[in-house]
């Protein structure tokens, strides 16, 4: 095992020492933390820049204030250390960096390398065995595409489980979905033209299916196969309603992928607007807002090539990539390099359809910082009430934390832990508690045990899952917040502690605030800027503790039912949950799609589907 470097750092030697290379520098605090990772073309110059100018800006001085101790990693060209950056950064989120946070995952519509390839929603790291296109800028605009594909070409988007399992088709084969692989009804070859035309329209070559679906068209009707011409012609017209409602006009853009960049900022935020367009469809966009609180440099195109790097180093790249600012050489050659070919970069266009189509994503971007700015300027409102409630400032209101319980008569009790930082909700670091101690039904001891369970771990030391609030609340009422009262207490804590106890016939508006720490029971009018807060905070974190504890319930549910039915045995209950992929298809399931499992007759089937819909 190595040694522990405990040698102190030496800061002169250290920028003495360095080479006039291109690399990337890690700055970092006393703790270790890393505060900025940044590329040069050479070290030596761009590190030393930061300790010999007089001329800072007070975020860059700041930063300098804390750094320790830095560290270097020596490239072969520019391109290289502007690799290598954009993966630390991805990899350490330093404070001081320009962060896209929302793009860690891009959603992909995937074709699996089955026999009978499934189409799914796909996010996540890429597997060479299944075929991946996009990504797109969000959820909807695959679904959109999946919509597509079912209506035309029929490709099964159920689970390996349930695909190998079933032995009647399913209703989506009935409405014209899903041609049946399941069952038989199409074999491997007609299946695999039917992927391959999904694949071609995907790419983009949807004049070329199109020509290829006529041919086969009069090909079936002049060998008399009617059905077959009637179905290739239901083809041709949804192909026909799709290019109609989504092609943008332009032979250029049937055979590429382009995407649009508009860079747009309105006094400290700064928006990026993303166009997609894929083999000539506009399949979705995206306004991307990233964190500028510790901006170290003026130019604002800084932010356009943060994104571009994080955006589309190691992912998936278009053809063409228009924006409304210049990437520099380095960049462009880490791109063509991944790429294995030259994109084309194409700065403020002057003239023609990429000169409307930046037009329309700079107006996009505009729009969506307006919209910005009016939603932080609500929501900076009411943390301001919120901080004149409590008596403490703004600044003391960076993060709150919300808790409740969630129970059918003691049965399944769930705890929800939801953040508010920001200025917004943060779903990424809500969290459920199983409550396993405490007494069924018994929403104090509820209370207690995820309040010790969250911050007793922050107590001794533990930050792995969760920081410090400034702020808890408490959805409940004195009960709730005496129990809390008890753990801080116990466990030496001073944070501010807010009960909001629903009010009369549980109308919203009416709640009673608790707060313990000015000895204040109050009710606020019902428009009141910080009741506003609370009562989102609150009503989210109702909503995260009910859907947790309705899963937990349904699934204790079936499994204590299948359980208790005579005749259901281990084996049985096993071939059941492996026949239909879980507890969810086993409730779903018909008498007849359960009397062709393995072991089941019909009469006990009957009794399992009777006892768990009773």
């Known amino acids: 095992m190595k040694p522990a470097d405990d040698t102190p750092f030496d800061l002169d030697t250290f920028l003495k020492n360095l080479p006039n290379l291109p690399g990337v520098y890690r700055m970092l605090d006393a703790q270790g933390k890393v505060l900025y990772v940044g590329k040069a073309v050479n070290l030596k110059r761009r590190v030393t820049s930061y300790f010999q100018k007089s001329g800072l800006s007070p975020r860059i001085m700041l930063m300098v204030r804390q750094v320790a101790k830095i560290e270097i990693t020596v490239t072969r060209s520019e391109a290289e250390a502007l690799i290598l950056e954009n993966n630390f950064i991805k990899a350490l989120a330093p404070k001081y960096n320009i962060l896209f946070r929302d793009d860690k995952s891009y959603p992909y519509l995937m074709l699996t390398g089955h026999t009978f390839p ?19 800028p969000n959820g909807y605009a695959v679904r959109d ?59 983009g070559k949807t004049d070329e299916l199109t020509a290829t679906l006529h041919h086969k068209m009069q090909q079936a009707a002049e060998a008399l196969r009617f059905e ?9 017209q949804a192909l026909g309603l799709v290019q109609s409602r989504q092609f943008i006009d332009s032979k250029q853009a049937q055979a590429r992928d382009i995407d649009i960049l508009a860079l747009a900022e309105a006094g400290d935020i700064v928006c990026i607007h993303w166009v997609s367009i894929r083999g000539g469809r506009h399949v979705g966009d995206k306004s991307f807002f ?48 991944e790429h294995g070919r030259a994109l084309q970069y194409v700065a403020d266009p002057h003239s023609g359809e990429r000169k409307v189509w930046l037009k329309m994503a700079v107006q996009n ?65 809500y969290r459920r508690y199983n409550i396993t101690r405490a007494k069924a039904g018994d929403d104090y001891a509820a209370m207690r045990e995820v309040l010790i369970r969250r911050y007793g771990k922050l107590a001794e030391g533990d930050d792995s899952d969760g920081k410090w609030p400034d702020v808890v609340l408490i959805d409940g009422g004195k009960g709730q917040v005496g129990m809390a009262l008890e753990v ?25 605030l608790i707060i313990p720490h000015l000895n204040v029971v109050t009710q606020l ?8 807060l609370l009562q989102t905070v609150r009503d989210e974190s109702h909503r995260f503790a009910i859907s947790g504890h309705r899963h937990k319930r349904a699934k204790a549910r079936v499994t204590s039912s299948l359980n208790d039915i005579p005749g259901v045995g281990t084996k049985r209950r096993q071939a059941l949950l492996t026949r239909f992929g879980g507890l969810r298809g086993v409730s779903a399931a018909s008498v007849d799609d359960l009397a062709q499992v393995e072991g089941i007759s019909r009469t006990l089937a009957e009794k399992i589907y009777a006892v768990l819909h009773e």
């Open 145 to 203: 595409s999946m919509e597509v594909l079912q209506k035309v070409f029929r490709l099964r988007t159920c689970e390996d489980s349930v695909f190998a399992h079933r032995t009647r088709a399913c209703l989506l084969h009935q409405i014209k979905r899903c041609s049946g692989p399941c069952v038989g009804h199409i074999d491997e070859a007609a299946y695999a033209d039917s992927v391959q035309q999904a694949v071609t329209f995907l790419n």
């Open 228 to 236: 077959e011409a009637a179905r290739l012609r239901d083809q041709i």
């Open 525 to 532: 009018p019902p428009h009141h800027p910080a009741l506003h």
């Open 118 to 136: 499934q189409m799914a929603y796909y996010r996540g790291s890429l597997d060479k065995r299944n075929r991946y296109f996009g990504p797109y």
């Open 488 to 512: 801080w207490q116990e466990l030496g804590l001073h944070i501010p502690i807010v009960g909001i106890a629903k009010g009369p016939e549980r109308k919203a508006g009416l709640e009673e």
């Open 290 to 337: 990233p964190d500028t609180r510790y901006r170290l440099d003026e130019g604002l195109d800084d932010y356009g090539l943060a994104f571009v790097a994080q955006h589309y180093l190691g992912r998936a790249k278009p053809d063409v990539l228009i924006s409304n600012f210049r990437l520099p050489e380095s960049l462009q050659n880490a791109l063509n390099e």
């Open 365 to 429: 971007a505009q729009l969506a910082l307006a919209q910005r700015a009016q939603q932080q300027g609500s929501q900076q409102q009411r943390v301001q009430a919120l901080a004149g409630l409590l008596q403490c400032n703004t600044e003391d209101i960076g993060r709150i934390e919300c808790f409740d319980i969630s129970h059918t008569q003691g049965e399944a009790t769930v705890a929800s832990c939801v953040v508010y930082e920001q200025q917004a909700m943060q779903p990424g670091q």
